[in-house]
């Protein structure tokens, strides 16, 4: 089961940016998206497709269309330059989570 | 508040073992399935494996590229995680984080700040 993400995403300070995650049938499961910036632990942003944690911004929004599930970052700042990742659990054959292969953000 | 605190990361030669700790707190422990996961030098984040709870008999799932070498246990009574590593190899060279499971089977809610093993002679 691979998770397919844009490797980057270049946007300017104030626009939207869209990082997509896709490559397998999602049918039931929950999408979750983290964020990472250097040398620190990732923190989750999204959580089942598009809930947000307590703490994390309102410009962070997440949103799935068929096998396509996408975290939207509006009004982007300077400190959303990270690394960010999909994810799912995967119980068929075996129980596993399945990370995406992750997008850097970069704030032009 | 939530904190999960790694140690026992370092060098280790290729075929030799280590064993990570986590010590959480500010949660039940007991209820929750907890995880590691590792992220090599430079890549993307790789699950390594879980345990389950004491109500479901403390089982263990484990990623293809770690079963049969890699072993995850729990002390309740300590709020302690563990990963025991044994015949390491040079692909094993990461950072390994101890992660809660906020519900079985979905996000991944909080994570330690990670400790680094190497495996290199």
């Known amino acids: 089961y691979v998770l397919t993400q844009p490797p980057s995403v270049s946007v300017a300070p104030g626009q939207t940016a869209t990082i997509t995650c896709g490559g397998g049938n999602f049918g039931m499961k929950n999408v979750h998206w983290y964020q990472q910036k250097p040398g620190r632990a990732p923190i989750l942003v999204v959580h089942d497709d598009r809930d947000r944690p307590s703490g994390t911004p309102d410009r962070f929004s997440g949103s799935r269309s068929g096998n396509t599930a996408t975290l939207t970052i509006t009004r982007v700042e300077a400190g959303d330059e990270a690394d960010y990742y999909c994810q799912v659990w995967d119980e068929n054959p075996d129980h596993v989570y399945v990370f995406g292969t992750g997008t850097r953000v970069s704030v032009l | ?121």
């Open chain 2, 1 to 121: 508040e939530v904190q999960l605190v790694e140690s026992g990361g370092g060098l280790v030669q290729p075929g030799g073992s280590l064993r990570l700790s986590c010590a959480a707190s500010g949660f039940t422990f007991t209820h929750h399935y907890m995880d590691w996961v590792r992220q090599a030098p430079g890549k993307g984040l790789e699950w390594v494996g879980r345990v389950r709870n004491r109500a479901n008999s403390y089982s263990t799932d484990y990623a293809a590229a770690v079963k049969g070498r890699f072993t995850i246990s729990r002390d309740d009574s300590k709020n302690s995680l563990s990963l025991f590593m044994n015949n390491v190899k040079v692909e094993d060279t990461a950072v390994y984080f101890c992660v809660r499971e906020f519900v079985p089977g979905e996000a991944l809610d909080n994570w330690g700040q990670g400790t680094l093993v190497t495996v290199s002679s």
